[in-house]
Each structure stands twice: as C-alpha cells, then as structure tokens.
C-alpha cells in the first residue's frame, strides 16, 4: 500500500464516465475495466497512471507510465 495509499471506491458517476468512454474508445481496444479506471482517475483529477497497457494513450489527459521503463530508470539499467 506504500505505493497507492488510497483505494478510490466506484461511484455511480464513475460509471457513468466509464459507459461515455468506452462508447468512444472501444472501437480502438480499450476494455471496459480500463475505461472505469481512466473515469475514476478523470473524476478525481488524477493524471498518471502505471500500466503496459498502451490503449490509455488514447485517452486524453491521462499520461501513462510504462512500469518497465519505470524500473529501468530506478535501477539504472537500460534496454
């Protein structure tokens, strides 16, 4: 928990966030549990989320980290 410290609960306006997004993102891949997290961190101001998943890119104001090049960069190494 040192690296989420808060677990944000699913509210109705969430999911109703969620249902917007999907209709616009998943013709392009995004799955519907992703466009929950992309509503929840969009309802909460949040901006950054870790993931491989690339399909957030397409979703406008949030900013992926890609958690090897993360560990990378802790650790020094390169690819």
Same mark, same amino acid.
């Given at each position: ?5 808060? +677990?944000?609960? +699913?509210? +109705? /306006?969430?999911?109703? @966030?969620?249902? @917007?997004?999907? !209709?616009?993102? /998943?013709?392009? %891949? ?14 909460? %101001?949040?901006?950054?989320?870790? &993931? &491989? !998943? %690339? ?5 406008? !104001? ?6 090897? +090049?993360?560990?990378? /960069? /802790? &650790? %020094? &190494?390169?690819?």
């Amino acid at each position: 928990m040192t690296l989420v410290p808060q +677990v944000l609960p +699913v509210t +109705v /306006a969430d999911m109703q @966030s969620a249902v @917007s997004l999907f !209709g616009q993102y /998943a013709s392009k %891949g995004v799955r519907a549990r992703d466009t929950i997290h992309a509503a929840i961190m969009k309802n909460h %101001g949040l901006t950054y989320i870790i &993931s &491989s !998943g %690339g399909h957030f890119d397409l979703i406008p !104001g949030l900013t992926r980290l890609d958690p090897i +090049v993360l560990f990378q /960069a /802790a &650790s %020094g &190494s390169t690819p």
